[in-house]
């Protein structure tokens, strides 16, 4: 079976220019009909012109990209996708990065993408656990000074309304409904039964 290249060209958005991906590209793969592309963010794998091509390459055949984070935004991807491609033999040469460019006989193309392949699959994935840990650790560390400075987490508590004491005793005298409460201080059923659990919880009726 001949083996085919493909080239994959993206941006963020729909009024950005391909061009400049396109014309360095196009020096490696002439058909148009064999380079893929996509407008749109790389935030995830979820776009037409990546899946096709990932249907598309079959094993022997070479991807070229102008650069590796044409692939996507996100690093845990970046290296699933390298890993998929490794796994169906298929050749990543990527413009900005000299070492994957390197052509010579068959047996030295494949050792070299080899170990370029592994190389990028382990950096990416050491980079996007420590991104994964460092998000985590800010999250904690911007929890903990928000708790210093009194910043209170969890559900927030209503204050019962000025006139809701006179309101409580007015309903529980079956003087006004549980609904014209609601409507007055704007609250949900919900929220009205367990204002009056609280109520009751904090308040001694002798």
Same mark, same amino acid.
């Given at each position: 079976?001949?083996?085919?290249?493909?080239?994959?060209?993206?941006? #963020?958005?729909?009024?950005?220019?391909?061009?400049?991906?396109?014309?360095?590209?196009?020096?490696? *793969?002439?058909?148009?009909?064999?380079?893929?592309?996509?407008?749109?963010?790389?935030? &995830? %794998?979820?776009?037409?012109?990546?899946?096709?091509?990932?249907? #598309?390459?079959?094993?022997?055949?070479?991807?070229?990209?102008?650069?590796?984070?044409?692939?996507?935004?996100?690093?845990?991807?970046?290296?699933?996708?390298?890993?998929?491609?490794?796994?169906?033999?298929?050749?990543?040469? =990527?413009?900005?990065?000299?070492?994957?460019?390197?052509?010579?006989?068959?047996?030295?193309?494949?050792?070299? @993408?080899?170990?370029?392949? &592994?190389?990028?699959?382990?950096?990416?994935?050491? *980079?996007?656990? @420590?991104?994964?840990?460092?998000?985590?650790?800010?999250?904690?560390?911007?929890?903990?000074?928000?708790?210093?400075?009194?910043?209170? /987490?969890?559900?927030?508590?209503?204050?019962?309304?000025?006139?809701?004491?006179?309101?409580?005793?007015?309903?529980?005298?079956?003087?006004? %409904?549980? @609904?014209?409460? =609601?409507?007055?201080?704007?609250?949900?059923? %919900?929220? /009205?039964?367990?204002?009056?659990?609280?109520? &009751? &919880?904090?308040?001694?009726?002798?």
């Amino acid at each position: 079976m001949e083996h085919k290249s493909f080239a994959y060209a993206r941006v #963020s958005s729909r009024d950005q220019n391909l061009a400049r991906q396109l014309e360095s590209l196009k020096r490696y *793969v002439p058909d148009d009909r064999d380079i893929f592309v996509d407008k749109q963010s790389g935030k &995830n %794998t979820d776009r037409p012109g990546l899946q096709l091509l990932l249907h #598309s390459l079959r094993s022997g055949d070479t991807l070229y990209l102008h650069s590796l984070d044409r692939l996507g935004r996100n690093k845990e991807d970046i290296k699933n996708i390298l890993r998929e491609l490794k796994e169906k033999k298929v050749i990543v040469r =990527i413009l900005d990065l000299p070492t994957s460019m390197v052509t010579a006989d068959d047996e030295v193309t494949g050792a070299t @993408m080899e170990m370029v392949n &592994n190389l990028l699959i382990e950096v990416l994935g050491y *980079v996007a656990e @420590m991104e994964r840990k460092n998000i985590r650790k800010r999250q904690e560390e911007g929890i903990e000074l928000a708790k210093e400075n009194g910043v209170k /987490f969890g559900r927030k508590k209503l204050a019962w309304p000025e006139t809701w004491e006179e309101d409580y005793l007015c309903w529980r005298n079956k003087g006004c %409904t549980a @609904m014209s409460l =609601i409507k007055k201080y704007g609250w949900t059923s %919900t929220t /009205f039964y367990r204002k009056v659990k609280e109520w &009751n &919880n904090n308040v001694d009726f002798k």
